[in-house]
């Protein structure tokens, strides 16, 4: 998929699945992608939604599997896209560290975030947020009062993107290639650590603050994406224990 679609129909499609995250305000964690063993094998995790993309015809496999003693989540892609998405209602301020682990299996030779069709990655993870009318332009509450109409509920705010790069150095931040209401923030580079699980862990207030500027409005949702079909590659990732954590 490229991150211009997944910018412009997360956004809109986010908001018609939200539900409340399933932690009291006073809770140490909100777990949000602790995977078990599936009741069906190609079910989605309990909590999870799939999310594809009208104009892309091979989607993303996404399927709980071993791992050691546990149960991790398994993308595999080849010229395709699409992502899980799991609705959240959840205040940053009780919970605003996010923390996941993720492997890879390769990186994307052709892939490029600083272009539309190198918008691809081996692994991504990303945040969408709710629709706060203190925060928009007139032409965004425009936009925002046309999608109640027709959907009945509020669309997204915004989005940041985590994502496994193979060229930009870690730490770079920049706009989507499609859209800048998607902000792409590159947490891993590169092969050196392919095959290997890592485990990561980023301040989501002090990151939207950086790239959007204020305060972030509510989560409205987490991804996971592992997407190759604007560059046509195969790539194989996993994905575990995500989970928003109170502050240190």
Known sequence: MSLGDLGKRVIVLAAVLIVHAGAGAGSHRVEVGRFTAPAEPDAPPAGWEPLTFRKIPRQTRYTVVRDGEGWVLKAESEAAASALYRPLD???RAHPRLTWRWKIGNILVKGDARRKEGDDYPARVYVTFRH???QA?????????????????????????????????PGTMLDNAYTDRAKMIVVRSGAAEVGRWIT???NVIDDYR?????????????????????????AVAWYDALTFLAPE
């Open 90 to 92: 959840l205040d940053l």
């Open 132 to 134: 706060d009318p203190a």
């Open 137 to 169: 332009t007139t032409w965004q509450r425009a936009k925002y009062g046309a999608h109640r109409l027709l959907y009945g509920a509020d669309l997204p705010h915004a989005a940041l993107n985590y994502i496994w790069d193979n060229r930009l150095p």
């Open 200 to 202: 990561e862990t980023r």
């Open 210 to 234: 950086r790239l959007f500027g204020g305060d972030p409005p509510r989560v409205a949702g987490v991804a996971v994406m592992t997407d190759t079909d604007d560059t046509g590659e195969r």
